[in-house]
T-cell receptor, first 115, second 116 residues
Framework: DAGVIQSPRHEVTEMGQEVTLRCKPISGHNSLFWYRQTMMRGLELLIY????????DSGMPEDRFSAKMPNASFSTLKIQPSEPRDSAVYFCASSPTSGRWETQYFGPGTRLLVL | AQTVTQSQPEMSVQEAETVTLSCTYDTSENNYYLFWYKQPPSRQMILVIRQEAYKQQNATENRFSVNFQKAAKSFSLKISDSQLGDTAMYFCAFTFLFQGAQKLVFGQGTRLTINP
C-alpha cells in the first residue's frame, strides 16, 4: 500500500515566486495535515482537513499561504509570494477517520529553499 | 497547557547497546495517544511505536518498547540491540481531540547516534 505521496521533493525558488506543494494522502484516509519543520520552531501544524473541509487553519502564517483539498485524494499548499523565511521542510500527513484515527502517517516531505 | 519535553537533546551509544530516550508530557486530557516518531537524515517522519493512554500494558514493536507511566506523565522509549540504522532524530508526541479536531503535540526531539 502506497504511503503519503508528496511532490516535489525539493524546490528551490527565488523570493517573490509562487510555490505549490502537492500531497496525495493514503487511500481511505479522511484527515489530512500540513506541517512545517524548521530548526528554530520545530514541527508546526499549518492546516488540518477532515473530509476535504478545513477544520483548523490557525497555524497558517499569513495571507501568503493558502491550502486546498478539492477531493479526497489531493491537496495543495501554495505560497504566494514566497519569502526566504519560508524555507523549511513541509510535511503532509494523513490519518483514517475510523479505526486508528489518532495515528498520523507522514509523507517524505518537501524541502523548500527560497533564495 | 499541552506540552512534550524531551530533556536529552543528544545521545550517543555503541552498536548493540540498549538506549533509553526520555519523554515527559503535560495534558489535562483523559483520552489521548502517545507516539514515538523517528526522523533519519532523509527527513522522513517514520512512526516507531504507538501507545493508548487508557492501556496500562506497555507497547512493543520488535526492538522498540516503551515505559509508560501515566501518573508521572512519562513515556520513555527503549531501543534494544541498537543498530546503525537507528541513527536519527526521535520525536515524542501525543494526540487528542479538541472540539472535534485532532491535535498532535511534538517534543523538540532527541538526536540519537549509534556508533560502530
Amino acid at each position: 500500500d502506497a504511503g503519503v505521496i508528496q511532490s516535489p521533493r525539493h524546490e528551490v525558488t527565488e523570493m517573490g515566486q509562487e510555490v505549490t506543494l502537492r500531497c496525495k494522502p493514503i487511500s481511505g484516509h479522511n484527515s489530512l495535515f500540513w506541517y512545517r519543520q524548521t530548526m528554530m520552531r520545530g514541527l508546526e501544524l499549518l492546516i488540518y482537513f477532515n473530509n476535504n473541509v478545513p477544520i483548523d487553519d490557525s497555524g497558517m502564517p499569513e495571507d501568503r499561504f493558502s491550502a486546498k483539498m478539492p477531493n479526497a485524494s489531493f491537496s495543495t499548499l501554495k505560497i504566494q509570494p514566497s519569502e526566504p523565511r519560508d524555507s523549511a521542510v513541509y510535511f503532509c500527513a494523513s490519518s483514517p477517520t475510523s479505526g486508528r484515527w489518532e495515528t498520523q502517517y507522514f509523507g517524505p516531505g518537501t524541502r523548500l529553499l527560497v533564495l | 497547557a499541552q506540552t512534550v519535553t524531551q530533556s536529552q537533546p543528544e545521545m550517543s551509544v555503541q552498536e548493540a547497546e540498549t538506549v533509553t530516550l526520555s519523554c515527559t508530557y503535560d495534558t489535562s486530557e483523559n483520552n489521548y495517544y502517545l507516539f514515538w516518531y523517528k526522523q533519519p537524515p532523509s527527513r522522513q517522519m517514520i512512526l516507531v511505536i504507538r501507545q493508548e493512554a487508557y492501556k496500562q500494558q506497555n507497547a512493543t514493536e520488535n526492538r522498540f518498547s516503551v515505559n509508560f507511566q501515566k501518573a508521572a506523565k512519562s513515556f520513555s522509549l527503549k531501543i534494544s540491540d541498537s543498530q546503525l540504522g537507528d541513527t536519527a532524530m526521535y520525536f515524542c508526541a501525543f494526540t487528542f481531540l479538541f472540539q472535534g479536531a485532532q491535535k498532535l503535540v511534538f517534543g523538540q526531539g532527541t538526536r540519537l547516534t549509534i556508533n560502530p
